[in-house]
């Protein structure tokens, strides 16, 4: 019987060796990051902030990944993780200012914006979505319900109705904004060339700086074909960070 009991206690202490480790938390990650940063090793500070923003987004994390990518002077990862800093908040004016400072340093333009695109940076995004359907239903259920409880239509629900659609008209365009937005990118690594083929053999059309932007149009295996200063080609996946964290 004992030497039965030690058995069951030796399989328990393996089954439970054998579990693997919680994975750190976004906050965990954040503080490791914070303490490598202030070691001066901006490599470590810079991954565990990437992996920090990866588990739970917040504009916290890729702001101060920006910082220790630009101490490392990785200019393209510094102005990716500054843009989608301010693609999760853009009342913030720390990415504002840095992503100016950044690209005065290295002489780049910010992407041109069309006037819709423009709307949509004017809220945070994911409340766009929310705008748009609150205020849809809003005027459905000013417009519907007094019929529906078979009630008189007073003055104040057509002026809901009418205000509810307004909203709804105007979070429309904000809303494609977003979505044609987050097809932006930039470029990561210093002197990237622009294929005129998806391939390693085909002509270089260009040659684009770190941080330059571009707009994805499609992919093809490794590469995607982009449109950087009026200029159309390819690069690889690997060279061209997105601005939407989830699709980077």
Same mark, same amino acid.
């Given at each position: 019987?004992?030497? /039965?009991? %030690?058995?069951?206690?030796?399989?328990? #202490?393996?089954?439970?060796?054998?579990?693997?480790?919680?994975?750190?938390?976004? /906050? @965990?990650?954040? *503080?490791?990051?914070?303490?490598?940063?202030? #070691? @001066? %090793?901006?490599?470590?500070? #810079? /991954? #565990?902030?990437?992996h920090s923003a990866a588990r739970q987004p917040a504009p916290g994390a890729p702001l101060t990944r920006g910082h220790a990518d630009w101490q490392r002077r990785q200019t393209g990862a510094a102005i990716l993780a500054w843009e989608q800093a301010q693609w999760l908040h853009p009342f913030d004016p720390a990415a504002r200012q840095n992503l100016r400072y950044a690209r005065k340093a290295a002489q780049l333009e910010a992407p041109e914006l069309a006037w819709y695109e423009v709307i949509s940076t004017w809220l945070p995004v994911a409340w766009w979505a929310w705008l748009a359907g609150g205020s849809f239903w809003l005027a459905i259920s000013a417009a519907m319900l007094p019929g529906v409880f078979r009630r008189r239509k007073a003055t104040w629900h057509q002026a809901?109705? @009418?205000?509810?659609?307004?909203?709804? &008209?105007?979070?429309? =365009?904000?809303? +494609?904004?977003? *979505?044609?937005?987050?097809?932006?990118?930039? +470029?990561?690594?210093? %002197?990237?060339?622009?294929? &005129?083929? =998806?391939? !390693? /053999?085909? *002509?270089?059309?260009?040659?684009?700086?770190?941080?330059? =932007?571009?707009?994805?149009?499609?992919?093809?295996?490794?590469?995607?074909? +982009?449109?950087?200063?009026?200029? &159309?080609?390819?690069?690889? *996946?690997? !060279?061209?960070?997105? +601005?939407? =964290?989830?699709? %980077?």
């Open positions: 019987m004992g030497e /039965e009991g %030690d058995g069951v206690c030796c399989r328990t #202490a393996l089954a439970l060796g054998a579990r693997p480790r919680a994975a750190p938390s976004p /906050e @965990a990650l954040f *503080q490791a990051g914070v303490s490598a940063y202030r #070691a @001066a %090793d901006y490599a470590r500070a #810079a /991954e #565990a902030f990437r809901v109705a @009418a205000f509810g659609f307004m909203v709804f &008209l105007l979070c429309v =365009p904000a809303y +494609i904004g977003v *979505q044609t937005r987050s097809r932006l990118g930039f +470029i990561l690594p210093p %002197d990237t060339p622009l294929r &005129l083929t =998806p391939t !390693h /053999e085909a *002509q270089t059309v260009t040659r684009l700086a770190a941080g330059e =932007p571009a707009r994805c149009l499609r992919t093809r295996g490794r590469f995607v074909l +982009i449109r950087a200063s009026r200029t &159309l080609g390819w690069v690889e *996946q690997a !060279h061209l960070g997105r +601005i939407c =964290p989830a699709s %980077d």
